[in-house]
Protein backbone atom coordinates (compact mmCIF):
# COMPACT_ATOMS: atom_id res chain seq x y z
CA UNK A 1 0.00 0.00 0.00
CA UNK A 2 1.14 3.33 -0.95
CA UNK A 3 -0.38 6.41 0.30
CA UNK A 4 -1.40 9.08 -2.95
CA UNK A 5 0.49 11.96 -3.63
CA UNK A 6 -0.20 15.55 -2.45
CA UNK A 7 -0.99 18.15 -4.96
CA UNK A 8 -0.81 20.73 -3.15
CA UNK A 9 2.75 19.77 -2.77
CA UNK A 10 3.09 19.18 -6.36
CA UNK A 11 1.44 22.69 -6.72
CA UNK A 12 3.82 24.76 -4.65
CA UNK A 13 6.86 22.61 -4.71
CA UNK A 14 7.81 20.81 -8.68
CA UNK A 15 10.06 22.07 -10.38
CA UNK A 16 12.07 22.84 -7.41
CA UNK A 17 14.99 21.07 -5.22
CA UNK A 18 14.59 20.11 -2.02
CA UNK A 19 14.82 17.81 1.43
CA UNK A 20 12.81 15.62 2.78
CA UNK A 21 12.79 14.98 6.41
CA UNK A 22 12.41 11.61 7.63
CA UNK A 23 11.07 9.82 4.37
CA UNK A 24 9.24 6.99 3.75
CA UNK A 25 8.46 4.76 0.82
CA UNK A 26 4.80 4.10 1.37
CA UNK A 27 4.39 8.12 2.02
CA UNK A 28 6.05 9.43 -1.22
CA UNK A 29 5.85 13.03 -2.38
CA UNK A 30 7.64 12.14 -5.88
CA UNK A 31 9.30 15.49 -5.62
CA UNK A 32 12.97 15.99 -6.37
CA UNK A 33 14.34 15.37 -2.60
CA UNK A 34 17.29 13.74 -0.63
CA UNK A 35 16.26 11.97 1.95
CA UNK A 36 17.31 13.23 5.81
CA UNK A 37 16.72 10.80 8.66
CA UNK A 38 18.90 10.10 12.13
CA UNK A 39 20.13 6.68 10.50
CA UNK A 40 21.06 4.73 7.39
CA UNK A 41 20.10 1.73 9.09
CA UNK A 42 17.41 -0.24 7.11
CA UNK A 43 16.60 -2.51 9.79
CA UNK A 44 14.83 0.27 12.31
CA UNK A 45 10.85 -0.44 13.23
CA UNK A 46 10.44 2.73 10.83
CA UNK A 47 12.29 0.78 7.98
CA UNK A 48 10.53 -2.05 8.75
CA UNK A 49 7.42 -0.42 8.52
CA UNK A 50 7.90 0.89 5.16
CA UNK A 51 8.66 -2.73 3.82
CA UNK A 52 5.33 -4.17 5.69
CA UNK A 53 3.22 -1.42 4.40
CA UNK A 54 4.55 -1.10 0.64
CA UNK A 55 7.53 -4.09 0.12
CA UNK A 56 10.00 -1.84 0.12
CA UNK A 57 12.50 0.88 1.83
CA UNK A 58 13.57 4.64 0.62
CA UNK A 59 17.21 4.92 0.33
CA UNK A 60 18.68 7.78 3.20
CA UNK A 61 20.74 10.09 1.32
CA UNK A 62 21.37 12.46 4.05
CA UNK A 63 22.70 10.76 7.91
CA UNK A 64 21.59 13.72 10.48
CA UNK A 65 19.15 14.75 12.86
CA UNK A 66 16.16 16.39 11.52
CA UNK A 67 17.08 19.57 13.59
CA UNK A 68 20.62 19.62 12.83
CA UNK A 69 21.57 19.57 8.94
CA UNK A 70 24.64 19.48 7.45
CA UNK A 71 23.59 21.53 4.70
CA UNK A 72 24.54 25.35 3.46
CA UNK A 73 22.90 28.41 3.85
CA UNK A 74 20.10 29.08 1.87
CA UNK A 75 21.08 26.47 -0.47
CA UNK A 76 18.24 24.08 -1.11
CA UNK A 77 14.52 25.37 -2.42
CA UNK A 78 12.32 23.29 0.02
CA UNK A 79 12.14 21.43 3.28
CA UNK A 80 9.22 19.00 3.48
CA UNK A 81 8.22 16.56 6.10
CA UNK A 82 5.37 14.42 7.16
CA UNK A 83 4.22 13.28 10.44
CA UNK A 84 7.51 13.95 12.03
CA UNK A 85 8.10 17.30 13.70
CA UNK A 86 6.16 15.77 16.35
CA UNK A 87 9.05 13.48 16.94
CA UNK A 88 11.63 16.22 17.85
CA UNK A 89 11.61 17.14 21.30
CA UNK A 90 12.87 21.25 19.95
CA UNK A 91 10.21 22.31 17.11
CA UNK A 92 10.91 25.73 17.31
CA UNK A 93 14.84 24.51 16.27
CA UNK A 94 13.86 22.36 14.16
CA UNK A 95 11.95 25.03 12.13
CA UNK A 96 14.67 27.75 12.58
CA UNK A 97 16.96 25.20 11.23
CA UNK A 98 14.59 24.11 8.62
CA UNK A 99 14.26 28.26 7.67
CA UNK A 100 18.12 28.83 7.69
CA UNK A 101 18.84 25.87 4.56
CA UNK A 102 15.91 27.32 2.36
CA UNK A 103 16.69 29.84 0.20
CA UNK A 104 14.85 33.14 -0.09
CA UNK A 105 11.30 32.52 -1.88
CA UNK A 106 11.93 29.18 -0.71
CA UNK A 107 9.34 26.87 1.43
CA UNK A 108 8.51 25.04 4.55
CA UNK A 109 6.06 22.35 3.80
CA UNK A 110 4.65 20.21 7.06
CA UNK A 111 1.95 17.57 7.26
CA UNK A 112 1.64 17.40 10.95
CA UNK A 113 -1.17 14.79 12.90
CA UNK A 114 -4.29 15.58 13.85
CA UNK A 115 -4.83 14.78 17.36
CA UNK A 116 -7.68 12.96 17.02
CA UNK A 117 -6.21 10.64 14.57
CA UNK A 118 -3.17 9.46 16.91
CA UNK A 119 -4.64 6.16 18.78
CA UNK A 120 -5.26 6.71 22.46
CA UNK A 121 -3.70 10.21 22.78
CA UNK A 122 -5.00 12.00 25.39
CA UNK A 123 -2.57 14.91 26.06
CA UNK A 124 -3.71 18.20 25.89
CA UNK A 125 -2.36 20.60 22.72
CA UNK A 126 1.25 21.45 23.80
CA UNK A 127 1.38 25.22 24.90
CA UNK A 128 3.25 27.72 23.11
CA UNK A 129 5.11 28.72 26.61
CA UNK A 130 6.07 24.86 27.03
CA UNK A 131 8.32 24.94 23.89
CA UNK A 132 9.72 27.82 24.25
CA UNK A 133 11.45 26.54 27.59
CA UNK A 134 12.72 23.62 25.80
CA UNK A 135 13.83 26.02 23.12
CA UNK A 136 16.11 28.04 25.93
CA UNK A 137 16.64 25.19 27.87
CA UNK A 138 14.60 25.36 30.85
CA UNK A 139 13.03 21.75 30.20
CA UNK A 140 15.39 19.24 29.12
CA UNK A 141 15.00 16.39 27.08
CA UNK A 142 16.77 13.86 29.15
CA UNK A 143 15.95 15.09 32.40
CA UNK A 144 12.06 13.98 31.28
CA UNK A 145 13.10 10.42 30.15
CA UNK A 146 14.84 10.19 33.63
CA UNK A 147 11.36 11.26 35.45
CA UNK A 148 8.85 9.84 33.07
CA UNK A 149 10.90 6.50 32.06
CA UNK A 150 10.30 3.61 34.59
CA UNK A 151 12.63 0.41 34.73
CA UNK A 152 10.07 -1.52 32.27
CA UNK A 153 10.46 1.56 29.99
CA UNK A 154 7.02 2.13 30.10
CA UNK A 155 5.08 5.58 30.71
CA UNK A 156 5.92 7.08 34.26
CA UNK A 157 2.56 7.88 36.14
CA UNK A 158 3.37 11.80 36.30
CA UNK A 159 3.08 14.33 33.61
CA UNK A 160 6.88 15.84 34.43
CA UNK A 161 6.84 20.59 33.43
CA UNK A 162 4.03 19.77 31.33
CA UNK A 163 5.24 17.27 28.86
CA UNK A 164 4.40 13.19 29.22
CA UNK A 165 6.46 11.90 26.02
CA UNK A 166 4.27 9.36 24.26
CA UNK A 167 6.75 6.30 23.78
CA UNK A 168 4.11 4.41 21.76
CA UNK A 169 4.04 6.61 18.84
CA UNK A 170 7.69 8.76 19.86
CA UNK A 171 5.35 12.08 19.83
CA UNK A 172 6.96 14.95 21.98
CA UNK A 173 4.64 17.44 20.84
CA UNK A 174 0.65 17.66 20.45
CA UNK A 175 0.09 20.45 17.30
CA UNK A 176 -2.98 21.98 16.64
CA UNK A 177 -3.53 24.03 14.13
CA UNK A 178 -3.48 27.41 16.17
CA UNK A 179 -0.43 26.45 18.09
CA UNK A 180 1.23 26.18 14.72
CA UNK A 181 0.07 29.89 13.96
CA UNK A 182 1.47 30.85 17.26
CA UNK A 183 4.50 29.30 16.87
CA UNK A 184 5.12 31.26 12.95
CA UNK A 185 3.94 34.27 14.74
CA UNK A 186 6.49 34.22 17.32
CA UNK A 187 9.39 33.47 15.11
CA UNK A 188 8.27 35.81 12.54
CA UNK A 189 8.00 33.28 9.71
CA UNK A 190 5.47 34.02 6.79
CA UNK A 191 2.59 31.21 6.82
CA UNK A 192 1.00 31.31 3.73
CA UNK A 193 -1.11 27.93 3.86
CA UNK A 194 -2.73 26.17 6.22
CA UNK A 195 -5.21 23.42 5.73
CA UNK A 196 -6.99 21.62 8.11
CA UNK A 197 -7.05 18.27 7.05
CA UNK A 198 -4.07 17.39 4.60
CA UNK A 199 -4.54 16.07 0.85
CA UNK A 200 -2.90 12.88 0.86
CA UNK A 201 -4.13 10.61 3.67
CA UNK A 202 -6.21 13.41 5.19
CA UNK A 203 -4.89 12.36 9.10
CA UNK A 204 -2.73 15.51 9.63
CA UNK A 205 -3.18 19.37 8.47
CA UNK A 206 -1.01 21.15 5.90
CA UNK A 207 1.16 24.46 6.64
CA UNK A 208 3.20 26.23 3.94
CA UNK A 209 5.92 28.63 5.11
CA UNK A 210 7.74 31.17 2.76
CA UNK A 211 11.06 33.36 3.08
Not at 46 to 57: D, M, V
Not at 159 to 181: A, M, P, Q, R, S
Request: one cysteine or more; a negative charge.
Amino acid sequence: MTFPDSQIAHNYLDGLKGIEIGGSAHNPFHLNTLNVDYTDDMNTVFKQAEERLCGEKMPVDIVASGDNLPIEDESVDFVISSHMIEHIFDPIKALKEWYRVIKKGGYIFTIIPITAYVPNEDRPTTTLDELIKRHTGVIKEKEIFKKVVTENNQLGAAIVEGILYDHKHGHWTVFDTNLFKEICAYLNFNLIYLSEKDDKVGNGFTTIIKK
